[in-house]
């Protein structure tokens, strides 16, 4: 079985990254926004890097040992990021401009 191994560092003022896992191949990338399942609830954080392994791999095992923890927990949702479009706002200067 694939699973994506996610290295996040906390939005809060902790430095360190910290291994999480999500469903194979889901396209998250580095520099996304993802909350994360911790101990301590939900919480925000950045990605730093990511892979796809099996879950009998080396890299699985190894990633698992640095993370000093097994079974990984959760990416729960990514963020994505949306620019708003203010077509009224300025189509109504514009009209205020020539009169």
Same mark, same amino acid.
């Given at each position: 079985?694939?699973?994506?191994?996610? $290295? %996040?560092?906390? *939005? @809060?003022?902790?430095?360190?990254?910290?291994?999480?896992? !999500?469903?194979?191949?889901?396209?998250? +990338?580095?520099?996304?926004?993802?909350?994360?399942?911790?101990?301590?609830?939900?919480?925000?954080?950045?990605?730093?890097?990511?892979? $796809? %392994?099996?879950? *009998? @791999?080396?890299?699985?095992?190894?990633?698992?040992?640095? !993370?000093?923890?097994?079974?990984?927990? +959760?990416?729960?949702?990514?963020?994505?990021?949306?620019?708003?479009?203010?077509?009224?706002?300025?189509?109504?200067?514009?009209?205020?401009?020539?009169?």
């Amino acid at each position: 079985m694939y699973i994506d191994l996610i $290295v %996040v560092k906390h *939005d @809060s003022t902790d430095t360190q990254n910290y291994v999480f896992k !999500a469903p194979a191949f889901s396209h998250i +990338k580095e520099g996304d926004k993802v909350e994360v399942e911790t101990c301590h609830g939900p919480q925000m954080g950045t990605v730093m890097g990511r892979c $796809v %392994v099996t879950v *009998d @791999s080396e890299e699985y095992k190894c990633f698992a040992l640095m !993370a000093r923890m097994k079974p990984f927990k +959760k990416v729960l949702s990514v963020y994505s990021r949306k620019e708003l479009d203010y077509k009224e706002e300025e189509e109504s200067e514009e009209t205020a401009d020539e009169g």
